[in-house]
């Protein structure tokens, strides 16, 4: 089996093992086929909404003559039944594209049985607003930089109590600014808000976003003081 992207190595590292998994998204189920090669998946349901990733996926389980790995062409949690997975992955999307089928398959996401491994590629903030809006919980969190870019991987589970967060913690999460690329994910951060926040200052007419902002990058300056006094 050919050796995994460090995204998609992040991902399964958050698998628990004999998991019986849902891959939403397979593309071409290198992720799946790993997890069942390396034992950390009894099963795999592999999901795309297209014919053709799932034919590639289903290629690629030919080529290495897997078995465990059963394909579905459906969107999101809806040609799932409950009961048949205990750990969904949903990955390489924008935040907003994950919080809809979240949204969407509700009855079974909302189960605290239930292990979500989300990595957005996008807004990771929105994202994380619409967990803690609807009452699920970041459990762990790690950055990891593939091709010159930098993701969030995030264990999710549901606790049925919604929360209001910082605003600067939709933006950096769990992540650990003490680690390397860590520290990295919440500069990145900081950058884009400050960036926002520069843009904005001099119209009047903003003034509630420039100041919303302003707060955001006060927040992420303490994370970023605390972790240079840890060092």
Do not use: W
């Not at 460090?6 to 397979?26: H, M, N, P």
């Not at 009961?83 to 949903?90: G, K, V």
């Not at 969407?104 to 909302?110: E, Q, T, V």
């Not at 520290?183 to 990145?188: A, G, N, Q, R």
Request: a negative charge; proline letters at 3%.
């Amino acid at each position: 089996m050919r050796l995994l992207s460090k995204r998609l190595s992040a991902i399964a590292d958050f698998v628990e093992d004999e998991a019986a998994v849902c891959d939403i998204g397979t593309d071409h189920g290198y992720l799946a086929i790993h997890l069942i090669e390396n034992c950390k998946a009894s099963r795999v349901i592999a999901v795309d909404i297209n014919e053709k990733p799932l034919e590639n996926a289903r290629r690629n389980i030919e080529k290495f003559k897997v078995h465990g790995i059963e394909l579905r062409c459906c969107d999101g949690f809806s040609g799932i039944e409950k009961n048949e997975a205990d750990t969904f992955i949903i990955a390489g999307m924008g935040g907003e594209v994950i919080a809809g089928i979240i949204n969407r398959g509700a009855d079974i996401a909302k189960d605290k049985d239930i292990r979500l491994i989300l990595q957005p590629t996008t807004s990771p903030e929105v994202l994380r607003r619409f967990l803690y809006d609807v009452g699920f919980e970041i459990q762990k969190e790690t950055a990891v930089t593939e091709n010159g870019k930098i993701y969030s991987v995030m264990l999710v589970t549901y606790s049925d109590i919604p929360q209001k967060m910082p605003d600067y913690f939709y933006y950096t999460g769990r992540i650990d600014c003490c680690d390397c690329n860590g520290s990295m994910y919440i500069k990145k951060q900081y950058r884009r808000c400050a960036g926002c926040m520069a843009s904005l200052e001099s119209i009047p007419q903003k003034r509630e976003e420039y100041l919303y902002y302003k707060s955001v990058c006060r927040g992420i300056e303490k994370i970023l003081e605390e972790s240079d006094g840890e060092k």
